[in-house]
């Protein structure tokens, strides 16, 4: 990403990443499923109670559909199966901040591969901050 002029940081775990996203403020986040000491889901849920929160594209090994639809219901931007290449983040990543950025308009950037899933939280999705997974656990 620092290649491609991105400003980066790294958090070793979700609950340095929650920290680092209420310190740092950032346009974007990368978002690993699976972290030590918070899920991805978790720091999903503190990330949207931010009042302006990131463009957050989670990537994954799980290959589960009932974990995409609850990253989906948590405002995840994108979901992403692991191996994910370089090219296929950044260009998913400039394709959400460019409509982020530019509501309306077509983004000038190549279109994100097809299983690249957007996720758009409907109306029901929870808002309650609760930290259950989509195993109800």
Do not use: W
Request: hydrophobic share 40%.
């Amino acid at each position: 990403m620092r290649a491609e002029g991105a400003v980066t940081s790294v958090a070793a775990d979700g609950s340095a990443a929650v920290l680092a996203c209420q310190t740092n403020r950032p346009d974007a986040v990368v978002l690993d499923m699976m972290l030590p000491k918070a899920s991805g889901f978790v720091v999903m849920e503190k990330i949207r109670e931010m009042p302006q929160p990131p463009v957050v594209v989670m990537v994954t090994a799980n290959l589960g559909k009932r974990h995409q639809v609850y990253a989906q219901d948590l405002g995840v931007h994108a979901y992403l199966n692991k191996p994910v290449s370089l090219q296929r983040l950044v260009a998913t990543l400039v394709k959400l901040l460019e409509q982020r950025d530019n509501p309306g308009k077509a983004p000038k950037s190549a279109p994100v591969a097809k299983d690249a899933a957007p996720a758009t939280p409907g109306p029901d999705a929870s808002r309650d901050g609760g930290s259950r997974g989509p195993s109800g656990r």
